[in-house]
């Protein structure tokens, strides 16, 4: 049992169960489906700090989170790993056969 903060209660508290809530948004998470992007970046003479920057924001934008990023040794490049939650509708267009 939660103790929350009620304005209109005579003390100001009453209790409430939030725990089935709680629950709820446990599974829900457990349950996320994923899409992954994986893109190199740079080259031979290294990625530009601007490049690195634009990249990432163009990917927040469309709601991506970089998970990973991985640097080669020596190679001057940059490869990037990232998800986002899988939307229904990016699920619908990856069930659909490919037109040529």
Same mark, same amino acid.
């Given at each position: 049992?939660?103790? /929350?903060?009620? !304005?209109?209660?005579?003390?100001?508290?009453?209790?409430?169960?939030? %725990?089935?809530? =709680?629950?709820?948004?446990?599974? %829900?998470?457990?349950?996320?489906?994923?899409?992954? $992007?994986?893109? #190199?970046?740079?080259?031979?003479?290294?990625?530009?700090?601007?490049?690195?920057?634009? =990249?990432?924001?163009?990917?927040?934008?469309?709601?991506?989170? /970089?998970?990973?990023?991985? #640097? !080669?040794?020596? %190679?001057?490049?940059?490869?990037? /790993?990232?998800?986002? !939650?899988?939307?229904?509708?990016?699920? $619908?267009?990856?069930?659909?056969?490919?037109?040529?």
């Amino acid at each position: 049992m939660n103790m /929350v903060r009620d !304005p209109f209660a005579n003390n100001g508290w009453v209790t409430h169960d939030v %725990s089935h809530e =709680t629950k709820e948004n446990e599974m %829900s998470e457990e349950f996320k489906q994923w899409e992954y $992007r994986v893109q #190199t970046i740079g080259g031979m003479f290294g990625t530009k700090d601007e490049n690195i920057e634009a =990249t990432l924001n163009d990917w927040g934008v469309e709601g991506w989170e /970089v998970t990973h990023v991985y #640097t !080669p040794e020596g %190679s001057g490049k940059m490869t990037l /790993v990232a998800k986002r !939650p899988l939307t229904r509708e990016a699920r $619908r267009s990856r069930s659909m056969p490919q037109q040529i």
